[in-house]
């Protein structure tokens, strides 16, 4: 028996719609509607999108079970703010019902919504909410203190003038050959830095003053003007770009540590090398500067403490470790007797570390642990010493004075449960009296928790057992306190 041909389907195609607009409260407002249905009465709610003939509303109350697709809409009105965007009827198209949203689609079957209307009430809300942000601005502005806007405009003034007679030096010999261009720029740098620095700490000092007894929101409020005037020329130097520009999210990164202990005249220009001479110069600077000597003196002393066996050291939040790079070049003979952990949670500078460290390690015979791993893990740890083993020093030059009081202790309890018995830490914190901190703080958006000597050794009231001493010291500046404690 034949069978009859039976054609395909024609394929559906789908069809160009019209683009809809939705409605950005943020921008324009609620846009709202409002109609009258023959059995569920007037109906009103927010528009959530429209186009030139359709739209979708977000009813205030659910109309019920009598709204169905195909109902129609009459005294259909469109109100965006005072402005009425459409007058007239509409037919319900379709109805959702999804979890925490009603939604009803409507057709317009008369005329068509304003749209132009539409967008020029979003220009003028745009314009409003820009012009209420500027006002808003010059109020705050009115509270910005006469006299410190005068030490801004002077310091502002005198950095573009410093900048512009540095550019016009560094042209003058734009096209001598290298060694004649280099030798030129260092004798520049040699005469006018002690001025430069000289300028830049009395600045300093002056901030400090100014802003003396600030409260937090007064502090944020000159931070903003600072920021806004004066940032700028400083962050043409390398180090204090990076630092309030954070790549890595935070400011104290490894290359920024880096930039400390390596030759402080770079930049792009004679203007950014000179700043960077003066931002590398700042007290908190020095201090950092300063600890590298001041822990390879803890190492070695500790060292000829115990004349046998291994010396295991473990550095927490340890950055480049430069002081153990330091200490192996100068003292090769020491590192046969050296069992190092390096820890930090910033992957490129464990990986740092490895590239540096590790042929000095194989050289010397110093056995170097490269640990990446978070502060937390130390933290959430039952027991310090079964992570780190046990050590006869520990230290952390960086890292406590970024953790609030309760973790400050408890990882301080971690860390003293992995010293072997005779062992101590050293602990390091920026103190309260630094006078780089208003510097920090202004111009770098680099904040830290500044603690007193005091303040630290309250820190140890919760080891277990009592150690054998407490005490704190600090590096030669005194801005870098050490807080120090035998097991």
């Known amino acids: 028996m034949a069978h009859a041909f039976v054609a395909p389907p024609s394929p559906r195609h789908a069809r160009f719609r019209a683009r809809r607009i939705t409605v950005d409260f943020n921008k324009l407002g609620p846009v709202r509607a409002s109609m009258v249905h023959a059995d569920a009465g007037r ?24 709204l169905f697709a195909g109902d129609r809409l009459s005294n259909l009105e469109i109100d965006c703010g005072e ?24 057709e317009l079957t008369s005329g068509g919504i304003d749209l132009a209307e539409l967008l020029r009430e979003e220009t003028r809300q745009g314009f409003t909410q820009r012009l209420r942000g500027f006002e808003g601005e010059l109020s705050r502005l009115a509270h910005v203190g006469p006299t410190f806007k005068a030490w801004v405009a002077d310091l502002r003034t005198e950095l573009e003038a410093l900048k512009k007679f540095l550019t016009t030096e560094e042209q003058a010999y734009a096209n001598e050959d290298l060694q004649t261009r280099t030798e030129s720029e260092r004798e520049i740098l040699d005469m006018i830095q002690p001025r430069i620095l000289q300028r830049m700490l009395l600045a300093r000092e002056q901030l400090n003053e100014l802003v003396r007894g600030f409260s937090e929101e007064e502090h ?13 020329l400083f962050t043409e130097a390398p180090f204090a770009r990076r630092a309030f520009e954070k790549p890595y999210g935070y ?50 002393s500790r060292l000829n403490a115990k004349p046998d ?35 930090d949670q910033d992957e490129r500078s464990i990986t740092h570390c490895e590239r540096v460290l590790a042929p000095l390690a194989k050289a010397t015979g110093a056995r170097i642990h490269f640990i990446r791993e978070s502060v937390r893990s130390l933290l959430t740890a039952r027991d310090g010493a079964q992570l780190l083993g046990e050590r006869d020093l520990i230290y952390s030059a960086g890292l406590f004075d970024y953790l609030g009081d309760r973790a400050f202790r408890l990882l301080l309890m971690r860390l003293y449960d992995a010293l072997a018995a005779g062992g101590a830490m050293a ?34 009231s919760d080891l277990d057992p009592r150690p054998r001493s407490v005490s704190v010291t600090s590096e030669p500046s005194g801005i870098n306190l050490f807080l120090l404690v035998e097991r």
């Not at 109906?43 to 009598?66: F, K």
């Not at 409020?221 to 700028?232: D, E, G």
């Not at 000179?274 to 803890?298: C, H, P, S, W």
């Not at 309260?432 to 303040?455: C, G, K, P, Q, T």
């Open 251 to 300: 400011a104290g990164d490894y290359e920024m540590m880096n930039m400390l202990y390596r030759d402080h005249r770079e930049g792009d220009s004679l203007f950014a090398r000179a700043m960077n001479d003066y931002a590398t110069k700042e007290d908190a600077a020095v201090a950092n500067i300063n600890r590298i000597e001041f822990i390879q003196g803890l190492i070695t």
């Open 427 to 460: 602990i390091g914190n920026v103190a309260s009296h630094n006078s780089s901190r208003w510097v920090m703080e202004y111009v770098l958006e680099w904040f830290l928790i500044h603690r007193s000597a005091s303040d630290l050794e309250s820190m140890c």
């Open 220 to 232: 944020e409020l000159h931070r903003a003007y600072l920021k806004k005037h004066v940032v700028p």
């Open 309 to 343: 066996g291994t010396f295991r050291i473990a550095s927490i939040g340890c950055g480049p470790a430069f002081e153990i790079h330091s200490l192996l070049r100068s003292n090769p003979e020491i590192g046969s007797r050296l069992d190092v952990a390096l820890l």
């Open 83 to 106: 402005r009425q965007l459409f007058r007239g009827t509409g037919i319900v198209r379709r109805i959702s019902d999804a979890p925490n949203q009603f939604t009803i689609g409507i």
């Open 43 to 66: 109906i009103e709610g927010e528009v959530r999108d429209l186009s030139l003939h359709g739209l979708a509303v977000e009813p205030s109350t659910p109309p019920g079970p009598t």
